[in-house]
């Protein structure tokens, strides 16, 4: 599986961004995906998750509430909605597969190159 994430860019506080991550490989379907994130100087952490049916979620706390994951099967796509950002969330965002749903990084096989998002105060 090969993960291409796009849609960073520059936002205002309290603003939305969408950012994307595009799966080639017909098995996209059959894995798990989630949404991380690395700021400088920070370890990277769990943003969202999503099954590969799409019916359970999970969300770290810092996001729950201000973020949405969802996939698009027919498009081989997972989605980050991002809502109501806050200077703190400014981060390389990562998109990752695995064979089930988990906040743990060292579960994902696969992962994507970052997508950089900043948000100003």
């Known amino acids: 599986v090969q993960l291409q994430a796009s849609g960073g860019g520059l936002v205002q506080a309290g603003g939305s961004l969408r950012i994307s991550c595009t799966a080639s490989g017909r098995t996209f379907s059959t894995y798990a995906m989630g949404w991380f994130r690395q700021a400088p100087e920070k370890e990277r952490e769990f943003v969202a998750g999503?099954?590969?049916?799409?019916?359970?979620?999970n969300y770290s706390d810092s996001v729950k509430g201000r973020f949405t994951i969802s996939r698009d099967k027919a498009k081989n796509t997972v989605y980050l909605q991002m809502n109501s950002l806050r200077p703190e969330d400014s981060a390389a965002y990562f998109c990752?597969?695995?064979?089930?749903?988990?906040?743990?990084?060292?579960?994902?096989?696969?992962w994507g190159q970052g997508t950089q998002v900043t948000v100003s105060s």
């Open positions: 999503i099954s590969s049916t799409g019916g359970r979620t």
């Open positions: 990752a597969a695995a064979p089930y749903l988990t906040s743990l990084s060292s579960r994902y096989n696969y």
